[in-house]
């Protein structure tokens, strides 16, 4: 790649881009040692970042993690599964393969080639959504910070840090794009991505789910099944952004989204196993029951789920938005598989129902389809959040067990949009504010819900050791038996 020119434009990178330049300080596929303007700012943000991730990375002492590293960017083989001393892990800068043919494939600029440079009319609006989308990255990381003192076991732990590093490497995609094509201002951006702090009461994040606190491991795994879904939704609207560094870097991080994604979907899966084994051998729903045999019960696994997914969804903006119609026209953001939709991806005719609250009820209200594409997105994700809420409830239906998990009514608990100035029931009703008063406790975890499930997160380091409130895993990773020492840890994490 050569330099950027004065308005902050970086042609597109040259030379064979699923080959990954390992050697070098900063691992990459963009050919950055044909660019040491850029390659010297990267550098010297790289301190900066490994200051953070010290201070505010993952907490416990470790020697090294059996954690895979991306190598290519290929369909076959793109990861490399060693144990790896965590401050040494190559976070590097990777972007799927270019497609020179590649067009844009929405908005007013439909059919044009996609953009190798910023267009100076929407790089406002484009650094915002990549200094958005960069800023929850990081979060995440602080957010998760103490949970390693809490491991229920190795291969927990071990994916714990395997999301933690990956969101790092994140967090380097984004400041690629910021500081090779947004210049100065770009550059700023990029230090204020390590300032601003989760929960930070003068900096917080820019994104309220990334404020709240990952208080144990439950919280953690819906985080992870909730969150980072959104994520994966969020990365599938950029993966088409006529701005083809963003669509290619985005489709590289869904790659690694997808096992974070596994995560939180197999991690609730297992805690509720656990609960239903101890149901069935108790013969016993009772709350103080279960959890005085050391397995949380069912009701605040659904607080923490009506919790999440509440906090989730509002990360997906208004129902009604210029912004997003705004983004969509230009061509910076897209639909969710927008290629395989079957319209003609410019939608100014086109108008949807949204769900609004009016004097106490639902109403329904026709809007154009451009100003609720936020809506249009949210939809495809709830349909995607269901798939695992069903799975979870296999294992309840498995064992004869009546009782079942769901997601509560998009509008239950919402900060953001239409119904942020509404009480809604879980189950779907519109409530005055002392109905959700006196309800609210058997709706969302409560500090004593908390503190419970914080009393079962005792750490389990011995490996194929796992603690009483989850089942272990089917099978371990990249083939490693369940019972693989996936974490080895300093002699100050063992006595932590
Ligand atoms: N909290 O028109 P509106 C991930 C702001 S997760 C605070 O309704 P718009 C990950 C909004 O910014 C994915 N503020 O919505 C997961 C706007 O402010 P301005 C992250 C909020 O703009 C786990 C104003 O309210 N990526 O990757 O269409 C671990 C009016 O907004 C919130 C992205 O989000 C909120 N919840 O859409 C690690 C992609 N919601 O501009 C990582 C980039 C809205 O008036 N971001 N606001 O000052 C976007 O596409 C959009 O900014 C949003 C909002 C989807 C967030």
């Not at 790289?46 to 895979?68: C, I, M």
């Not at 609006?125 to 995440?140: C, W, Y």
Request: glycine letters at 6%.
């Amino acid at each position: 790649m050569s330099a950027p020119d004065r308005t902050g434009r970086a042609p597109a990178p040259t030379g064979p881009l699923s080959t990954i330049a390992y050697s070098e300080r900063i691992p990459n596929n963009v050919n950055l040692a044909g660019d040491r303007k850029l390659q010297r700012a990267l550098e010297s943000w790289q301190p900066k970042f490994l200051d953070w991730w010290k201070a505010l990375g993952p907490a416990l002492p470790t020697k090294d993690v059996y954690l895979r590293t991306a190598i290519a960017v290929g369909r076959d083989g793109w990861a490399h599964f060693d144990h790896v001393p965590m401050e040494r892990y190559r976070w590097g800068i990777f972007l799927a393969e270019q497609d020179p043919e590649r067009t844009i494939a929405f908005g007013q600029h439909k059919g044009e080639p996609a953009w190798q440079a910023v267009p100076g009319e929407y790089r406002a609006e484009l650094m915002r959504l990549i200094t958005v989308q960069g800023d929850t990255e990081p979060a995440s990381v602080e957010q998760q910070r103490v949970l390693g003192a809490t491991a229920p076991s190795l291969y927990d732990l071990r994916n714990l840090f395997q999301v933690n590093v990956e969101e790092g490497r994140h967090l380097w995609a984004m400041v690629y794009l910021l500081q090779a094509y947004f210049g100065r201002e770009g550059r700023e951006e990029a230090e204020q991505l390590l300032k601003r702090n989760s929960g930070d009461l003068d900096s917080p994040r820019i994104l309220g789910a990334f404020n709240e606190e990952t208080t144990d491991w439950l919280q953690f795994f819906m985080f992870t099944y909730f969150t980072d879904r959104d994520g994966k939704y969020q990365l599938g609207t950029l993966k088409e952004s006529a701005f083809d560094p963003l669509a290619r870097t985005c489709e590289f991080m869904l790659k690694e989204e997808a096992h974070h994604m596994f995560v939180g979907t197999t991690g609730v899966q297992r805690v509720v196993e656990r609960t239903v084994q101890k149901m069935v051998e108790l013969d016993t729903a009772d709350q103080a029951v279960l959890l005085q045999a050391g397995v949380i019960p069912l009701e605040v696994v659904q607080k923490y789920l009506n919790f999440q997914y509440s906090v989730s969804m509002d990360l997906f903006g208004s129902e009604r938005s210029t912004n997003v119609a705004a983004y969509y026209t230009a061509g910076l953001k897209g639909r969710w598989q927008e290629t395989r939709r079957k319209d003609d991806h410019e939608l100014h005719a086109d108008t949807r129902e949204v769900t609004l609250v009016r004097d106490g009820h639902f109403v329904q209200e026709t809007v154009p389809m451009l100003s609720a594409l936020n809506l249009d997105l949210r939809d495809e994700y709830v349909a995607d959040c269901a798939n695992g809420v069903r799975r979870w409830n296999q294992e309840l239906e498995n064992a004869g067990l009546p009782q079942r998990l769901f997601l509560p009514h998009e509008g239950f608990h919402r900060k953001v949009g239409s119904y942020s100035s509404s009480c809604i029931s879980p189950d779907g009703r519109v409530i005055d504010q002392a109905e959700w008063d006196a309800n609210v406790d058997s709706w969302l975890p409560l500090d004593a819900d908390r503190a419970a499930v914080s009393a079962l997160m005792v750490a389990h380091y011995e490996p194929g050791e796992f603690a009483s409130w989850i089942a272990p895993p089917k099978t371990g990773i990249n083939d490693q038996p369940v019972e693989f020492d996936y974490v080895h840890l300093a002699e100050e994490g063992l006595t932590a």
